[in-house]
């Protein structure tokens, strides 16, 4: 092949992405899309610094991302670190007054700043905040029950009772709001809220377009016909009620499950379980046809 053979297969391979991503870039401008900030993409530094550049990307071609993340393997690593044990029931952090002061310390203090510090880094520009800051996660304690229906003590693990996303909607314009799971109640006391929760919540709130959750699994996976587990590109909300019901669905993957079902039902566009393991997956799951992960619609 000569050298410009060579450059024409470039140029046609350029044309066509552009003509497949234009129309999504269009479509998207201006528009609000809420990413929850989590899995492989958030453990390992190749994919920390690709969601970072992906994130300043969005912005630059003119769509309003909203970043939430969590952070429990940090917090439970800092427990080990001082010698305390991290208790789970059913998937729920026991959260007593010491480990809530610890999550707070390592989710708002650490994981957050980084967050910020690494948009900086590939030239964004973003602002970090909890859900404690201008009430914007007003919490009660989540009510919790064990495999026999009975009511469990988990501590200071929150529900979302409102959401006052004013300083979203002022800090978006100029800048990548990062959020910290982290909620008040009336009474200023903080719980600690699962990522989901509160991404499903601000895209419901915002009228986003899009509700993003990166993880690592490949998508919403359902039984075949032939008795084969299939992933889905796509399915409508009632096919994923269906799948929860009949059991198909289940551990981390239920707390995604009601985070899209609460965003949808308030309006958003659609929804993304995106695998956070492929390069570039969230952009990809935004501009192009394939995507790396499963659309839900209403």
Known sequence: MTPSDVESTEHHAVRRLLGEWMPYIQKFWGSTIVVKYGGAAMTSRRHQDEFARDVVLMQLLGMRPVVVHGGGPQVTEMMHRLGLDARFVRGHRITDAETMEIAKMVLVGKVNKDLVG????????????????????????????????????????????????????????????????????????????????????????????????ITDV?????????????????????????????????????????????????????????????????????????????????
């Open 218 to 298: 490949p998508g919403v996976i359902a039984p075949g016909s032939d008795g084969e587990e299939r992933i889905l590109d796509e399915c409508r909300l009632a096919e994923l009620d269906a799948l929860e019901a009949a059991g198909a669905i289940s551990g981390g993957m239920l707390p995604k499950v009601a985070a899209v079902r609460a965003a949808l039902q308030a309006g958003v566009g659609s929804a993304h379980i995106v695998d956070g393991r492929g390069d570039h997956a969230m952009l990809l799951e935004i501009i192009s046809h394939a995507g790396c992960g499963t659309r839900v619609l209403a």
């Open 118 to 213: 690494l948009v900086h880094r590939h030239g964004g520009t973003a602002v970090g905040l909890s859900g404690e800051d201008a009430r914007l996660l007003v919490t009660k304690p989540l009510l919790h029950r064990d495999e026999e229906g009975l009511p469990v003590d988990i501590g200071f693990v929150g529900a979302v009772r409102s959401v006052n996303p004013g300083v979203l909607e002022v800090l978006s314009a100029s800048a990548i709001p990062i959020v910290a799971s982290i909620g008040a109640d009336e009474d200023g006391q903080a719980y600690n809220v699962n990522a989901d929760t509160a991404a499903g919540a601000l895209a419901a709130a915002l009228h986003a377009e899009k509700l993003l959750l």
